[in-house]
């Protein structure tokens, strides 16, 4: 048992290791960052940068875009030569020819950038997404274009904005012909991402804005769902060997102790039989046949031995240990404990405390303590694992199938003495029971 418990212990441990390194691993792995300046990261399509303004509606608006790969730095003036002058970078997303893509951006659910301002200003982050039934591909205008904004200054600071919670212009709603109240959106067919000027901005004045570290930020569920499910059936899988093996170590083990027992009732049943020589014998004789033939008395103790054995009681603890490794009350124990074994599987119709008291136990508790120490159950949990019915149902604990040894034990009983009953019975012993 103590093999199994460390070999139990190793596979625990290894498991829980197992779990904690895979489980953070994954954790850290299921933050999406993409840094899109730089045109990596996350298998994402690289940009292309294109300046627009209001130049088709009649305004006089002028962008200049600078861009190293790793910032973005706009030079811009709006004009007030329209009603609705603007000046903005567009960020295309491009695929792996080259080409411009639509990209999924539903994994991401923040943007956050540095941005510089002079002077102070107020500007807009725009995610045109098409939309099914009302968007038309060669016409960017037709696309929902939801927006957020964000205050920038000369000192520059970090900005994140939510990518699932942005406003769609009410001209869209208009212009598609839908109430306000659809609000709703999906970022799964972006072709750009938009950072341009708003009504705020001072109209006829040269700006300046420098945008860095442009990054996308998001969950993938997947890196959670998926080790955590084969974490979960690993973890069964050990519950289920853990109880499997522990039933069958339990087994081996009560099976051992039982097979231990033979050489007991052999040397309980010579003990009656035959006689020893020399005198070392005959004392060692006398010891064993007054413990044999009165095991079963709740008075019994070292005293009443040495007075039958005629023995001092330094010899008698002497020979118990030498020959046998047993102390006076642990091999008194050991005849009791090994008799009640045999009468929980031959009598079926005593009870617990019959069997206790029959072997020379007032105590039923006492006797259940010493019973679970030597055969690791309770003696109702033992009489119940021999006719294979484990007393679950009330919360016991169970023994493994010992039918065997027990037999075995028995049948060896018997064969020492040509089928005489047990070693210290006699007819009308208490230790027998009506059938």
């Known amino acids: 048992m103590h093999a199994f418990q460390r070999k139990a212990l190793l596979v625990f441990l290894a498991l829980l290791a197992a779990s ?4 953070t691993a994954c954790y850290r792995r299921s933050f999406l960052e993409v840094a899109l300046l730089t045109g990596t990261g996350d298998g994402q399509a690289a940009l292309r940068v294109r300046p627009d303004v209001d130049a088709s509606a009649g305004g006089a608006s002028n962008v200049r875009v600078l861009d190293d790969g790793r910032r973005l730095r706009l030079a811009l003036t709006v004009g007030s030569g329209t009603i609705y ?3 903005e970078a567009n960020l295309f997303f491009l695929g792996t020819d080259g080409e411009p893509v639509h990209a999924d951006l539903t994994r991401y659910t923040s943007a956050s950038f540095i941005a510089t301002c002079a002077p102070q200003n107020t500007l807009s982050l725009v995610a045109p997404t098409f939309e099914e039934g009302l968007s038309r591909r060669d016409d960017l205008a037709s696309y929902r274009a ?3 904004f964000f205050s920038c200054s000369e000192q520059g600071s970090r900005v994140e904005l939510d990518l699932t919670r942005m406003d769609t212009p009410q001209w869209w709603f208009a212009q598609a012909g839908l109430p306000l109240s659809r609000q709703s959106y999906r970022l799964d067919q972006v072709p750009k991402l938009a950072i341009g000027s708003t009504f705020q901005t001072p109209r006829d004045v040269p700006l300046v804005v420098d945008v860095s570290a442009l990054t ?5 569920l997947r890196w959670i769902a998926v080790p955590g499910v084969i974490l979960l059936l690993a973890w069964a899988g050990f519950g289920l060997w853990l109880f499997r093996f522990h039933a069958r170590a339990l087994r081996r083990e009560l099976q051992d102790k039982l097979q231990k027992d033979l050489p007991l009732v052999a040397v309980q049943q010579l003990s009656l039989e035959l006689p020893l020589e020399p005198r070392r014998d005959r004392e060692k004789a006398a010891i064993l046949q007054a413990m044999a033939s009165r095991y079963f008395d709740p008075g019994l103790d070292l005293e009443a031995v040495v007075q039958a054995a ?3 009681r330094n010899k008698v603890n002497e020979i118990l240990k030498a020959e046998l490794g047993f102390t006076f ?6 005849l009791r404990l090994t008799e009640a074994a045999r009468l929980l599987a031959e009598k079926g119709s005593a009870t617990v405390s019959e069997v206790a008291y029959t072997v020379g136990y007032n105590n039923a508790s006492y006797f259940n303590k010493l019973f679970r120490q030597e055969y690791g159950c309770t003696p109702k949990a033992f009489r119940a694992s021999l006719a294979n019915a484990p007393d679950t149902a009330q919360g016991h604990d169970t023994c493994a199938d010992t039918s065997g040894t027990i037999a075995a034990t028995i049948r060896m009983t018997h ?4 089928g005489a009953p047990y070693a210290g019975a006699s007819p009308g012993s208490p230790r027998e029971f009506d059938p």
């Open 329 to 334: 009350t642990g091999y008194l124990n050991k």
């Open 146 to 148: 939801p927006s957020s």
């Open 310 to 312: 005629g023995v001092n």
């Open 20 to 23: 904690l390194v895979l489980g």
């Open 85 to 87: 002058p603007y000046a």
């Open 415 to 418: 064969a020492m003495g040509g």
């Open 216 to 220: 996308l930020h998001g969950r993938d």
